[in-house]
């Protein structure tokens, strides 16, 4: 690592891991993974599909067990054998992934009140009225009361965002959120995650959108057959890349 990486390395690790080893049988999947990334930090995930980029995410909101080494969110370890402990950790840590996963029996304000209403138990006003909210933010205020059918693959999208940030995540991970959108519908959805990215959000993304990590990443970290290969700034990983394997993926998306 060179002297960029030291100088936007987070003084203070909101998620932290630490020697992380995943398998599937005998396949490893995730090779020793050492990461921390700060409050408020954005963090791009880049690499070759199979490199290992959704099992990492997966294992930091507790989708998958994994074998070895250490895993904290927000200061807490993470422990699969305790059931309660994992429930905490889901309630902080929030997850959007490429299909929209819209409950199409509720209207998109009842997909965003489901998780607060059930698990926090809030009343019924005071989610409705926070759904409103998180609507309007993701630009959907006239939307509340409409199926999920009826609304476009970026707005179902907006939708996912907006039920995410309703359990108030302290992190939110993106696993590629954009890649089963119709091209025109790319920029709504990425202009949301730019907000967040602006109000302060936490962000762990997986993208193959470019020129959106490119500018919104504080960081970005290059894997590779399961390990992290090369991480700094968006500036240094893309514009300068250290290493033949970023060089070829680079080049690879032109
Ligand atoms: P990426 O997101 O970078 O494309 P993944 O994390 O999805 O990579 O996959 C990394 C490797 O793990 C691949 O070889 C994939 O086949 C394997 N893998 C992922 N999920 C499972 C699973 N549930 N069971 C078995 N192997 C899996
Ligand atoms: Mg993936």
């Known amino acids: 690592m060179h002297a960029a990486d030291e100088r936007a390395a987070p003084d203070y690790a909101l998620v932290s891991i630490e020697g992380l080893r995943k398998r599937f049988g005998d396949n490893e999947v995730l090779k020793g993974i050492d990461l921390s990334i700060g409050r408020r930090e954005v963090v791009t995930i880049i690499g070759k599909s199979g490199s290992g980029k959704s099992t990492l995410l997966r294992c930091i909101n507790g989708l998958e067990a994994f074998q070895e080494g250490s895993l904290r969110v927000d200061d807490q370890p993470l422990r699969h054998d305790d059931p309660r402990a994992m429930r905490q950790l889901r309630q902080h840590v929030g997850m959007i992934f490429q299909s929209f996963n819209l409950f199409p029996h509720l209207t998109a304000g009842q997909n965003v009140m489901l998780a607060p209403s059930l698990v926090k138990r809030l009343p019924k006003e005071v ?6 909210k998180l609507l309007g933010r993701v630009g959907l205020g006239d939307k509340f009361d409409s199926y999920p059918d009826r609304l476009s693959g970026g707005q179902q999208q907006r939708v996912a965002i907006a039920r995410a940030l309703a359990m108030d995540p302290a992190v939110l991970l993106c696993d590629e959120i954009t890649s089963a959108l119709d091209p025109e519908l790319v920029g709504e959805v990425l202009r949301v ?25 504080d960081r970005v970290v290059f894997m590779h057959q399961g390990k992290v290969h ?25």
């Not at 989610?127 to 409103?132: L, P």
């Not at 907000?195 to 500018?215: C, P, Q, S, W, Y």
């Not at 991480?231 to 394997?245: C, K, S």
């Open 127 to 132: 989610a409705h009225d926070r759904a409103r």
């Open 193 to 217: 995650v730019e907000g967040l990215a602006e109000d302060g959000m936490t962000l762990i993304m997986v993208t193959h959108e470019m020129n959106f990590a490119r500018k919104v990443s």
């Open 230 to 254: 090369e991480m700094g700034p968006p500036e240094a990983l893309f514009g300068d890349p250290r290493t033949a394997e970023l060089r070829q993926f680079l080049s690879s998306l032109h």
